[in-house]
């Protein structure tokens, strides 16, 4: 794969991923750019180039940042880093209570360290 394609793929990965977590369907991102659903489709597959005017409003519409959807270099693995990226974001618009509540069951959740 060449830098282009495995950039395009790079972003591709991310605009699903942040069209999920904000709870939009393609057909609902296609209609707030008035654009075709399967034009969306294919932004999201890495066949379509996504001109910057395009990522521009997507990282609005999703409410991410338009370097985080454009990254290109991955860092580890990088589907981890962006669920937890996206995550981060949800969690920051939880009230104090239900954040502490989240918490405490990610504390149950997780399996007791080795000694």
Known sequence: MNDDSTKRKQIASRLRAAREMAGLSQAQVAKILGLHRPSVSEME???RRVSGEELAKLAEVYSVDMKWLMHAEPTGDSSMDDRAQLAAREFAKL?????????????????????
């Open 45 to 47: 597959a890495g066949r």
């Open 95 to 115: 009230r104090p209570e239900d954040l502490d509540r989240v918490l405490d069951l990610l504390k149950a959740i997780r399996p007791p360290r080795e000694k």
